[in-house]
């Protein structure tokens, strides 16, 4: 999933659809990471990408 510039504010994309739409990055960010840990707890594999940023960060 990505958290991405949209319509002026921020969203998170995954599999084409958006959520956690916010004009505060970390907001959508969080949003994201909610997802991302509830997908994992589940047993698929996620990544989060934020657009403009470069590393790899791990949840814990």
Do not use: I
Request: hydrophobic share 40%; aromatic share 6%; glycine share 10%.
């Amino acid at each position: 999933m990505t958290v991405l510039r949209h319509e002026g504010a921020w969203a998170v994309e995954l599999d084409g659809e958006l959520f956690g739409q916010s004009r505060d990055r970390e907001v959508s960010k969080a949003a994201a990471n909610r997802r991302a840990r509830e997908m994992q707890d589940a047993g698929r594999p996620c990544q989060v990408r934020v657009a403009g940023e470069t590393g790899f960060y791990a949840l814990t």
